[in-house]
């Protein structure tokens, strides 16, 4: 029985990575998926790969704008939102030395305000009994150098759910973070210059990760999945790490 049958989801940053895996298993479980990214040639390429029940809509969370046109064709189109993922975001390492107002600022724009927004903008049209799942990262509760803009962002993401819990229990709204650790997608492959540094790097992380890989988007989608649908009905304002162990051991 497909366990998101009727639903409609908006899956922002679904045109890659975590996001596109997980609108892959919403499809595949009877969901209506509107994903969001800021590449149209992506956000198209995602479309042919999902291949049914999906809309794209061009946008940056980061501008507000964006997000009102994103919930207005939703509205008129659906009338009503089940499941938001948040799922964008953005990653530029820097030490803290070299940290500038401008990164700064990009990085808090789009990981905390843009997911902030992205959330509230999407209440109005939230039906009772819904879920909100939002993508944190493993760096929030542990430190790495080059990272400290990032983690802060990340470590905002899991306090907005613990208050959100609180703030929407009454309509049964749930909400959650997952905490992937170092997953194969291309928001790692961004961070280094080269092909190589990337393939150096994913070797690192998979050497301090108990499980002793990398992991893969299809298996944060599952734990995103599960806290999207009735499987946990009695986990709310939670954080899941789903990091091979690098938290945990």
Not at 23 to 29: G, H, Q, T, Y
Not at 131 to 152: D, E, L, M, N
Request: charged share 20%.
């Amino acid at each position: 029985m497909q366990k998101l049958k009727n639903k409609v989801a908006i899956i922002t940053g679904g045109s890659s990575g975590i996001g596109l895996a997980t609108a892959k298993r919403f499809v595949s479980e009877g969901a209506y998926v509107y994903i969001t990214g800021r590449r149209q040639s992506e956000l198209d390429k995602a479309v042919a790969e999902i291949g049914s029940n999906v809309t794209a809509v061009q946008g940056d969370i980061a501008n507000l704008d964006d997000l009102d046109r994103l919930y207005a064709i939703v509205k008129k189109e659906k009338g009503a939102i089940d499941i938001v993922v948040a799922s964008a975001g953005f990653v530029e390492m820097v030490d803290t030395l070299n940290v500038t107002p401008e990164h700064f600022d990009k990085t808090f724009n789009i990981n905390a305000r843009g997911t902030f927004f992205s959330v509230q903008k999407a209440l109005p049209l939230f039906n009772d009994n819904g879920a909100i799942v939002v993508v944190s990262s493993c760096v929030a509760v542990k430190g790495f150098p080059q990272y400290v803009t990032y983690s802060a962002t990340k470590a905002a993401l899991q306090s907005y759910v613990k208050s959100w819990a609180a703030d929407l229990k009454d309509r049964n709204i749930r909400a959650n973070s997952v905490s992937p650790g170092a997953i194969d997608t291309p928001i790692v492959d961004g961070q280094f210059k080269t092909k190589e540094e990337a393939e150096t790097a994913k070797s690192y992380f998979g050497t301090i990760t108990p499980l002793g890989r990398i992991g893969q988007p299809e298996e944060i989608a599952n734990t995103i999945f599960f806290l999207a649908s009735s499987e946990s009905s009695y986990i709310t304002g939670s954080d899941i790490a789903v990091d091979g162990g690098m938290t945990q051991i």
